[in-house]
């Protein structure tokens, strides 16, 4: 409530008063700039998580490619690429043996095969890194006062 007296010496016989109140009608139209920035508030949380969660899934899905798409390298090696290698290094060495090649072929095919080792090693780690990093995500969730 507020209010408001004039007296205008010109005037004696004229007095003014004022006074208003402030009636809670239509309420639905006011804003409350502490309500207002308490529901932004909200809206930005909602949305910073929203992005997190999309983040977290691309990240996994990544991860999962990774791993899978390494695994099949890792097969091809196993299944393929070694055992020719080894066939290589069995032909150099019969060649060799036969007198028809050479010594240093055979420790080129030895070396190709170390080579195709260390490829297949170094798949294995990455598979093994992508897998390590979609177990975190799976983890269960440790609750304080619960015991496993």
């Known amino acids: 409530m507020e209010g408001y007296v004039a007296y205008r010496p010109g005037f004696s016989d004229f007095v003014g008063i004022q006074v208003s109140v402030g009636l809670p009608y239509f309420t639905k139209n006011r804003q409350d700039p502490e309500l207002a920035a308490a529901f932004e508030r909200s809206r930005a949380s909602k949305d910073r998580k929203r992005d997190l969660l999309r983040e ?77 990093r979609l177990q975190y995500f799976a983890a ?4 304080p006062g619960e015991t496993p």
């Open 140 to 143: 269960p969730i440790d609750r």
């Open 56 to 132: 977290l899934h691309a990240r996994v899905s990544q991860d999962y490619l990774d791993w899978h798409h390494y695994r099949e390298r890792v097969g091809e090696f196993d299944s393929t690429i070694i055992p020719n290698a080894t066939r290589r290094i069995e032909e150099a060495r019969g060649t060799y043996q036969a007198g028809r090649g050479s010594f240093d072929a055979v420790l080129l095919a030895r070396r190709s095969l170390l080579d195709i080792q260390l490829q297949r090693l170094g798949l294995a780690v990455e598979a093994a890194r992508a897998q390590v």
